[in-house]
């Protein structure tokens, strides 16, 4: 078979503005080049198209002309939230021209909503349940699809999904995503600004699940468990990256990278006694990140830890966030600090139950922890999250799934007088952090090793002009 898999641009910005986003962070669609990995393995011809690419054209009518010209006989999609419609305008487009292409979405969306999706949006004829990789294979290879497990189908016109999948229990047995489809990868494939000192870079996922069960986070895809790559699968990946691509810098997006300490401890020993000459930057959950292993992440090579905070109000974390407390932030971050290592801290505004003075507290906490850096996603209700069911009891919600993205709010807490005034407070307290007298000075030390940052940002100036300001509406 000749499978295209695709990445659509979705909706990345607010809503009505030229998307930027991916000037400031483009990255590689791992999901997407892990089945692209496998299907190839499977003696299947796969091709990829990333429409937030370094190489993409502009528009679904060119995209769809340029999935077509790959002659392909699969077409799948992996869609988030925000992306799903531009996928399925696409899809349409395909279709029209071609309605003997078969049409597969997948991806968290997918996985939330399921088989009902079929029966609004006509031109998708099958969905991925879950894990991609076997699904998809199993279809491309010709199996009855009533009997493909994750799979969801039209049984009489109607949508219908099989039982659900076994997941893979040995994700070693998974070959390195397929990179190499990627046009553009690794130099026109950036990771966010002043996160690394070398270049290129690249991302990589070294687990799925998560045991822990956060408020907003949507686990439909790899649920509650913990699997992972082994440290001997992680070292010959990241070798593969570097000798391959000359990649210098890794970000590793897992969601509890640490929690296996067994793993880490032995990674960190094959990066310290046969280094690659690269750098990585991984999240740690506050529990788990001993001083042990703090040093043994610096001796290896890591550059900066992510810690998920969310909020600095102890009500709203307990609700929101499962076994954080913030005296154990506190102790994280300066034990992070303490080793020579970077500190990103990772907020949420907007969440039900947020107020003025839950936004002040935790405006005032980021202040006193002295991070080297921090993110503060608005948050985004998405439909498989826990919190979703009761959303619309907590507050005002716009259901515009091109919008959730965590980059707009479209949903207003009841203690928030408006979606503007939360907008200000965003905007006011993004800025507090980084017009600091104590990050300023801790940036200007660090100068020449974000050279390369900062001719990234010279380079794209007159976007990252354009990005500031629709960062700023109506001031």
């Not at 996922?205 to 082994?230: A, E, H, K, L, W």
């Not at 979703?388 to 993205?405: F, T, V």
């Amino acid at each position: 078979m000749r499978i295209a898999l695709v990445h659509p641009a979705g909706s990345n910005w607010i809503k009505g503005k030229q998307d930027l986003a991916a000037v400031a962070n483009r990255m590689a669609p791992i999901g997407l080049l892990s089945i692209a990995a496998y299907l190839e393995r499977d003696g299947h011809e796969v091709l990829i198209h990333d429409c937030l690419g370094p190489r993409a054209v502009a528009g679904p009518e060119k995209n769809a002309a340029a999935i077509l010209s790959l002659n392909p006989d699969i077409v799948g999609f992996s869609a988030t939230t925000s992306g799903f419609l531009d996928g399925y305008r696409l899809a349409s487009l395909i279709k029209k021209k071609r309605p003997d292409i078969v049409t597969v979405f997948g991806g968290v969306h997918i996985s939330a909503l399921g088989a009902p999706l079929l029966d609004r949006y006509k031109d998708i004829d099958y969905l991925c349940i879950g894990e991609g990789e076997v699904t998809l294979a199993d279809l491309a290879g010709g199996r009855d699809p009533k009997d493909i497990e994750g799979l969801a189908w039209r049984n009489g016109g109607r949508g219908a999904a099989n039982p659900t999948r076994t997941q893979i229990p040995d994700l070693d047995s998974l070959p390195f995503p397929a990179y190499e489809r990627l046009a553009g990868f690794p130099g026109g494939y950036n990771l966010p600004l002043f996160s690394y000192i070398r270049t290129p870079g690249a991302t990589m996922i070294t687990s799925r699940g998560c045991p822990y069960q956060c408020s907003y986070c949507d686990r439909s895809v790899f649920r509650r468990g913990f699997r992972y790559n082994s440290a001997g699968y992680i070292y010959e990946h990241m070798r593969y990256l570097r000798e391959r691509f000359g990649v210098r810098h890794v970000n590793i997006y897992d969601d509890l990278f640490t929690l296996n300490r067994q793993r880490i401890e032995e990674l960190c020993g094959l990066l310290a006694s046969r280094p690659l000459g690269i750098n990585f930057n991984c999240a740690v959950r506050v529990g788990h990140a001993d001083e042990a292993l703090l040093g043994f992440l610096k001796e290896s090579g890591c550059l900066m830890v992510s810690v998920g905070i969310e909020s600095a109000d102890a009500d709203m974390l307990r609700r929101h966030k499962s076994g954080v407390n913030l005296d154990a932030v506190e102790e994280t971050v300066a034990r992070i600090k303490k080793h020579g290592l970077r500190v990103k801290g990772l907020f949420m505004m907007g969440l039900p139950g947020e107020t003025e003075e839950t936004i002040r507290k935790t405006s005032d906490f980021i202040v006193s922890l002295g991070l080297d850096d921090m993110n503060m996603a608005k948050f985004t209700p998405f439909p498989g999250a826990p919190i979703w069911a009761g959303i619309e009891e907590e507050g005002s919600l716009e259901n515009d799934w091109q919008q959730m993205n965590c980059l707009n709010f479209v949903f207003v807490p009841k203690g928030i007088s408006s979606r503007e005034r939360l907008d200000r407070l965003y905007n006011e307290h993004v800025k507090r952090f980084y017009s600091g007298k104590e990050w300023r000075r801790t940036f200007a030390r660090r100068l020449w090793q974000h050279r390369w940052s900062l001719w990234y940002l010279v380079k794209h100036l007159p976007s990252f002009a354009r990005a500031k300001k629709n960062f700023e509406p109506g001031e």
